[in-house]
T-cell receptor, first 111, second 115 residues
Framework: GDSVTQMEGPVTLSEEACLTI???????????LFWYVQYPGEGLQLLLK?????DKGSNKGFEATYRKETTSFHLEKGSVQVSDSAVYFC??????????FGSGTKLNVKP | GAGVSQSPSNKVTEKGKDVELRCDPI?????LYWYRQRLGQGLEFLIY????????KSGLPSDRFSAERTGESVSTLTIQRTQQEDSAVYLC?????????????FGEGSRLTVL
């Protein structure tokens, strides 16, 4: 069945460092891909999405490109801030509207 | 309402009691999902409703768990004879049926503590 695998955390970075959180997926068909973020004490919210191969999703300085050839959707940011500290979830949505989530990656950004 | 609404936000119960958790999806959203998130863990899929189709119950951990949804409105998740391992945040989310491009909108969750 469909699944999402993302790198384990926690990831600890200094402010202004470069971030990459790896996400790979397995899917039959043509899924849409998402990154969700959960800030401390808050609910999950959509960060960015891409609906077809080679699409790039971007928001708040974060980017991820839908790579069909490598079945990946890695999250990147050039310069992280303390306020980016959160748990990041990679997810896919299959053609039947069902979502599959990765296990989450906790990011700690130190000043 | 503007977003997904869940109640109660917090529930403390004694082992062996039954609990009901409620979810009000965004109006017009045909799909509704329940997930469980244990402390420090990822999202565990429980059940998925899509319109009038039979729900996908493949994630329910035991027969103590059940969920209902009337049409495209409110859903209730019921846990019977609660156990301590049921302690978690139960998240509800809804989305439009858009053939694969729509996002999930999450509620704030119901935090369940079983003593």
């Amino acid at each position: 069945g469909d699944s999402v695998t993302q790198m384990e955390g926690p990831v600890t970075l200094s402010e202004e460092a470069c971030l990459t959180i790896n996400c790979t997926y397995t899917a039959t068909g043509y899924p849409s891909l998402f990154w969700y973020v959960q800030y401390p004490g808050e609910g999950l919210q959509l960060l960015l999405k891409a609906t077809k191969a080679d699409d790039k999703g971007s928001n708040k300085g974060f980017e991820a490109t839908y790579r069909k050839e490598t079945t990946s959707f890695h999250l990147e940011k050039g310069s992280v801030q303390v306020s980016d500290s959160a748990v990041y979830f990679c997810a896919l949505k299959d053609n039947f509207n069902k979502f599959y989530f990765g296990s989450g990656t906790k990011l700690n950004v130190k000043p | 309402g503007a977003g997904v609404s869940q109640s109660p936000s917090n529930k403390v119960t004694e082992k062996g009691k039954d609990v009901e958790l409620r979810c009000d999806p965004i109006s017009g959203h045909t799909a509704l999902y329940w997930y469980r998130q244990r402390l420090g863990q990822g999202l565990e899929f429980l059940i998925y409703f899509q319109g009038n189709s039979a729900p996908d119950k493949s994630g329910l951990p035991s027969d103590r768990f059940s969920a209902e949804r009337t049409g495209e409105s409110v859903s209730t998740l019921t846990i019977q004879r609660t156990q301590q391992e049921d302690s978690a945040v139960y998240l509800c989310a809804s989305s439009l049926w858009t053939g694969g491009t729509g996002e999930l909108f999450f509620g704030e969750g119901s935090r369940l503590t079983v003593l």
